[in-house]
């Protein structure tokens, strides 16, 4: 068994907390106050190689492997969760996405500039009616030979407004239920492409999460992802990998939250003493530190998995049930021992606590992933 990483991932680490102490934490409360998405820092993220971490340098991205990209998602998560998201979901979802199963003309046109961080993308699976229950898709693609008549509508869509390109799943023969499913390649600007406001959300507001609207959009066929019928497959062979990028974010929330609370507990002092001496607070600082390094093992395991090319499903998800539970009993615990500092915003626990709630949401609830584990274990 091996617990050190390697000279070229510890590396890649420190240059993400370096990036995230330098460019994400100037900032950060107020692009979460006034919602701003933090345009200058993604393009950083971009030059960095961090948007296609693990493409591999032929289309553009930086041929990394899967515990790197943890590395990167769980220290820019400790600052900024509403960047990370942005990181998780290009990397996990739309990258990976296109190049296990894009095209090779898919691969230079959209590929490329999306892993290089040219352009940014989206995944759009969940709809204002099928959101855990993904099978029940409501939107349209009826193939018109050329071309596919794009009709419905996706909820909650991470880079909704910023994405240049959208990986949209949509029924073509509800006959065939979820066997009848495709996934495309939709351009912003396509006719009858439109763009809902953005969300007032609880957490991660520096991220834009939109409604996109399809009317009678032409979707080239050449832009279907695989053979007829592959769009259910692709959502979740692809939402595999991204469940192991949330779980990473929800460690790095989770461990941003402990390491304010650690020092901030050294520093206050109550009763003639730092709080730290304390034994109600220390002990809750013992619990906090256990249960992020279980949770960091668990995420760890998952992407070396997915590195050694076994399957990650089952680790995948216990990752992220685990993690994202983790990041809300921790940030939780990080505001307590806060006190009344941890309430306002200038001490940031209170912004990742709110923060940790959605990665026990997005890419599958926690009960979906419970699902999945014990459809794995029960197997
Ligand atoms: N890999 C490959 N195929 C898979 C699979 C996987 N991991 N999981 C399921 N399938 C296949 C099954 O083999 C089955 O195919 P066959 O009929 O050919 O055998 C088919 O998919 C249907 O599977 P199930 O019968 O298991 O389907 P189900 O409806 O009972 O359950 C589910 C599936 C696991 C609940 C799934 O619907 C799911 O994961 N739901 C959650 C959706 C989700 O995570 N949404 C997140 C939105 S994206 C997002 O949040 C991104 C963002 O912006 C941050």
């Not at 990483?5 to 990036?19: G, N």
């Not at 692009?31 to 393009?43: G, M």
């Not at 190049?99 to 993308?121: V, W």
């Not at 013992?286 to 998995?305: G, H, N, P, Q, S």
Request: a negative charge; one cysteine or more.
């Amino acid at each position: 068994m091996q617990f050190q990483l390697s000279e070229e991932q510890s590396m890649i680490q420190q240059a993400a907390r370096d990036f995230a102490q330098q460019e994400l934490k100037p900032g950060v409360i107020e692009r979460d106050e006034h919602q701003k998405f933090p345009v200058e820092q993604v393009r950083k993220l971009g030059e960095l190689g961090f948007l296609g971490m693990m493409v591999s340098e032929e289309f553009g991205g930086s041929g990394l492997d899967a515990v790197s990209y943890v590395l990167v998602m769980e220290e820019l998560s400790k600052i900024d969760a509403s960047a990370s998201v942005v990181v998780s979901v290009n990397n996990s979802l739309v990258c990976y996405g296109l190049e296990a199963f894009g095209s090779a003309e898919q691969k230079e046109k959209y590929l490329k500039p999306l892993a290089s961080g040219e352009i940014i993308g989206a995944f759009c699976l969940s709809e204002p009616e099928a959101g855990s229950d993904a099978t029940s898709q409501h939107t349209t693609a009826e193939d018109k030979g050329d071309y596919y008549l794009l009709n419905g509508t996706k909820n909650w869509i991470t880079n909704g407004s910023t994405a240049s390109v959208y990986l949209v799943i949509a029924q073509t023969d509800p006959s065939l239920k979820h066997h009848g499913i495709n996934a495309f390649i939709v351009e912003k600007g396509m006719e009858g492409f439109t763009i809902g406001p953005k969300e007032n959300k609880m957490g991660i507001r520096g991220s834009d999460t939109h409604s996109l609207m399809f009317n009678d959009v032409k979707v080239p066929k050449e832009n279907r992802i695989g053979e007829n019928g592959f769009g259910f497959k692709f959502a979740m062979k692809t939402l595999e990998g991204g469940r192991i990028g949330i779980a990473a974010q929800a460690l790095g929330i989770a461990a941003g939250a402990y390491e304010l609370a650690l020092a901030y507990a050294q520093e206050r002092k109550s009763f003639g003493k730092p709080i730290s001496d304390h034994q109600a607070i220390a002990f809750k600082l013992a619990d906090m530190a256990t249960k992020i390094e279980a949770a960091r093992m668990l995420v760890y395991k998952a992407a070396w998995l997915k590195d050694q090319g076994q399957s990650y499903t089952l680790a995948g998800s216990m990752a992220k049930l685990y993690a994202s539970k983790v990041a809300m009993e921790v940030t939780v615990e990080a505001v307590q021992v806060h006190g009344g500092y941890g309430f306002v915003k200038e001490y940031h626990v209170e912004r990742l606590m709110r923060d940790a709630k959605i990665t026990q949401i997005y890419e599958g609830t926690s009960e979906i992933q419970q699902m999945v584990i014990s459809r794995e274990i029960l197997d």
